[in-house]
């Protein structure tokens, strides 16, 4: 299973992306911020939410010189289904992974093995191909993308800054601390 610090696999899946369904490689994606978001299933209750909100923030992460993927052991046309009858899932312009096999999830430690599904997971990816953040949860537990966004802005700030570290809350343009000094100023 994968965790913070460790480099990520380069694998290949099937995804719906700008209404055609295409291959992708998660090494596509070197230089660039990765979040990846593991969720259990398409045509769900909770999941549509999540990937709702996310699609919403999308150019916000962008900006942050991210891309997001989310995955589901759903296949890519399934994805397509979705995507062409459910409002919420609509407005997604990023790339939805398909991992039928699991394959994926199980690298990323998201995968029920007797269910044939994926946890709630939330991975943040430096553009080296190493895992910075990991988040894995009950499936009924919505996440909350502002949040991820956050830790993500945390992520490429320490990246970006040597020296300097976050603080609970920490927030873009705010407070940062450097160990064994007090508050840095504003950033």
Same mark, same amino acid.
């Given at each position: 299973?994968?965790?913070t610090n460790q480099k990520i696999p380069?694998?290949?899946?099937?995804?719906?992306?700008?209404?055609?369904?295409?291959?992708?490689k998660l090494s596509d994606y070197k230089?660039?911020?990765?979040?990846?978001?593991?969720?259990?299933?398409?045509?769900?209750?909770?999941?549509? #939410?999540?990937?709702?909100?996310?699609?919403?923030?999308?150019?916000?992460?962008? @900006?942050?010189?991210?891309?997001?993927?989310?995955?589901?052991?759903? #296949?890519?046309?399934?994805? @397509?289904?979705?995507?062409?009858? /459910?409002? /919420?899932?609509?407005?997604?312009?990023?790339?939805?992974?398909?991992?039928? #096999?699991?394959?994926?999830?199980?690298?990323?430690?998201?995968?029920?093995?007797?269910? =044939?599904?994926?946890?709630?997971?939330?991975?943040?990816?430096?553009?080296?191909? $190493?895992?910075?953040?990991?988040?894995?949860?009950? !499936? /009924?537990?919505?996440? !909350?993308?502002?949040?991820?966004?956050?830790?993500?802005?945390?992520? @490429?700030?320490?990246?970006?800054?040597? =020296?300097? $570290?976050?603080?609970?809350?920490?927030?873009?343009?705010?407070?940062?601390? @450097?160990?064994?000094?007090?508050? $840095?100023?504003?950033?």
């Amino acid at each position: 299973m994968i965790q913070t610090n460790q480099k990520i696999p380069d694998i290949e899946l099937e995804a719906f992306h700008n209404n055609e369904i295409k291959k992708i490689k998660l090494s596509d994606y070197k230089g660039k911020w990765l979040v990846l978001l593991f969720y259990p299933a398409d045509f769900t209750f909770i999941c549509p #939410t999540e990937l709702e909100e996310a699609a919403n923030l999308y150019e916000e992460f962008k @900006k942050s010189d991210a891309e997001i993927l989310s995955v589901s052991t759903d #296949t890519a046309f399934v994805h @397509k289904a979705w995507h062409d009858s /459910s409002p /919420s899932i609509k407005k997604i312009q990023y790339p939805m992974l398909a991992d039928p #096999t699991g394959r994926l999830c199980k690298e990323f430690g998201t995968y029920i093995e007797n269910e =044939g599904i994926s946890l709630r997971g939330s991975f943040i990816i430096d553009p080296d191909g $190493v895992v910075k953040c990991v988040e894995i949860h009950d !499936n /009924s537990i919505g996440r !909350n993308a502002k949040e991820t966004l956050r830790k993500l802005k945390a992520a @490429k700030f320490v990246r970006e800054n040597k =020296g300097q $570290v976050c603080p609970a809350n920490w927030d873009e343009g705010k407070k940062t601390l @450097k160990p064994g000094l007090d508050l $840095v100023g504003k950033i």
